[in-house]
């Protein structure tokens, strides 16, 4: 299929267009590099359009040229801290850059669209594992404008005949299997980034936000989830899309991981102990957070391979040690 995805020179969208590619289809990245990096993606001189999602014209005009069947809709702001401290940042981007993203499909005539979601749109306090159900009751605004952005397409495919897939995704963590791509953001908040760059030296240790959450080791709980995984359930979301259409899906390995345990698995990888120390609780960030993979396992016949802890952390160390400083070395 021929693909636009935005936001396809960041972490998640650059693992799904490689994956995309070995696959046999045809995915252009537009990204504005902001966060982005362009030696994510391939033969970027042909498969890198530079834009903003604000930039309904460019975009518009970049899916003609490459006649997208569909888009998948990755680029945004995804960091729950920041949401709190910069709401103003998270609603221009994932609320009017998803609209802008939902106009130029109107423009272009392109019907299909996948949506990069989150555990986050959920509540925190009803039941666990989370179902595509279960209530959504933001707590933060980066779960809030990604709820509204939801609905933005919910409501653009019902008027205007669209099509839509939304993947909620729990932590998307890990790099790819080959270690030359991973994780590269210019300002790292995720746990497992700053984990490997205590390890390294880039920074002088990593805080464990929370001692005291009711879980087995008193630190929040996690479902972490490999981008090669959430790469194939975006191949087989697209491949089965049809105009018209409208789901959603969790995407998360249904198995949860404390802080600590996720410390000590770095640990394991790097072979040396990670300087680290406790802090209280994060704002915004609930106990425990774990999928139910079960819709799309049964709809689309998903097989995560990569998603448990020690792949994952397996992976991403091969990555920081081989790139310390990420692409731009
Ligand atoms: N975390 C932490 N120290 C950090 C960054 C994250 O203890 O420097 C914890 C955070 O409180 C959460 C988990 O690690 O329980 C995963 O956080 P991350 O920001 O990676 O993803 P989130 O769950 O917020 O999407």
Redesign the pocket.
Known sequence: MRLLLTGGAGYVGSACLRYLLENGHDPIAYDNLLEGNREAVPDAAKRLVEGDIADVDRLTDALKRHQAEAVMHFAALAS?PDSIADPEAYYRVNVAGTKSVLDAMRAAGTLKILFSSTA?TYGFHGEMPLRETSAQTPETPYGTTKLVAEWLIKDYARAYGMGYTLLRYF?ASGADPSGEFGEDRRHE???IP?VFQAALGRRPK?????SDYPTRDGT?V?DYVHTTDLAQAHRLAVESLEPGMGRAYNLGSGTGAT?LEVLRACEQAAGRPIPHDFAPR?PG?PGV?VASPDRIVGDLGWAPRYSDVETIVRTAWAWHQRRPHGYSE
């Open positions: 729950v986050a932590n908040s995720h746990l700053l990593v805080t464990i936000f929370g929040c996690r802080v994060r960030d957070l």
